[in-house]
T-cell receptor, first 109, second 112 residues
């Protein structure tokens, strides 16, 4: 059974204070690791897909990295508008997306 | 470009009532999904359709049925609603079953 664990559950940062979110996973035959952003009352918004260990993707202040056991979402010099819940998901050999519980990020000005 | 559209956005049901949640996508995607999201439980897959004409159970299918009406539309039916089905329901679609999924805005369902 595929499993995804995200930590921390909640993270408070000051504007400009860089940090990382963790996504640990166990999956049979990784066919993709996905990061999403979810704002309150909205559906998840796709950010990145990573397929193999060592791969990295960047978008504005966000950078996602992947190892064989975990993925990190690095946030550099965050702004208040980066406040959201960040979700990690894996797709294994069964082709279903399995989500973690998310990290709720709050960035204060 | 609307993406994935869900209706209704909000619904209150009485225990035992039935209803159908509608989902349509305009991205010509082959695969469609229904998830529910509950506090502390994350997103859990109810049913999915890898392609038109096929449907499969996900992690939490009990109490639900689905219909892949055509390539665009995938509906979720609650035959006899229970308070445990109070949740936020999300429909999603992807080009193929291995690609990233795109989500609708959700349906907030309360069963009293």
């Amino acid at each position: 059974e595929d499993q995804v664990t995200q930590s921390p559950e909640a993270l408070r940062l000051q504007e400009g204070e860089s940090s990382s979110l963790n996504c640990s996973y166990t999956v049979s035959g990784l066919r993709g690791l996905f990061w999403y952003r979810q704002d309150p009352g909205k559906g998840p918004e796709f950010l990145f897909t990573l397929y193999s260990a060592g791969e990295e993707k960047e978008k504005e202040r966000l950078k996602a990295t992947l190892t064989k056991k975990e993925s990190f979402l690095h946030i550099t010099a965050p702004k208040p508008e980066d406040s959201a819940t960040y979700l990690c998901a894996v797709r294994g050999a069964g082709n279903m997306l399995t989500f973690g519980g998310g990290t709720r990020l709050m960035v204060k000005p | 470009n609307a993406g994935v559209t869900q209706t209704p956005k909000f619904q209150v049901l009485k225990t035992g009532q039935s209803m159908t949640l509608q989902c349509a996508q305009d991205m010509n995607h082959n695969s469609m999904y229904w998830y529910r999201q509950d506090p502390g439980m994350g997103l859990r897959l109810i049913y999915y359709s890898a392609s038109e004409g096929t449907t499969d159970k996900g992690e939490v299918p009990n109490g639900y049925n689905v219909s892949r009406l055509n390539k665009r539309e995938f509906s979720l039916r609650l035959e006899s609603a229970a308070p445990s089905q109070t949740s936020v329901y999300f429909c999603a679609s992807s080009e193929v079953s291995v690609a990233e999924a795109f989500f609708g805005q959700g349906t907030r369902l309360t069963v009293v």
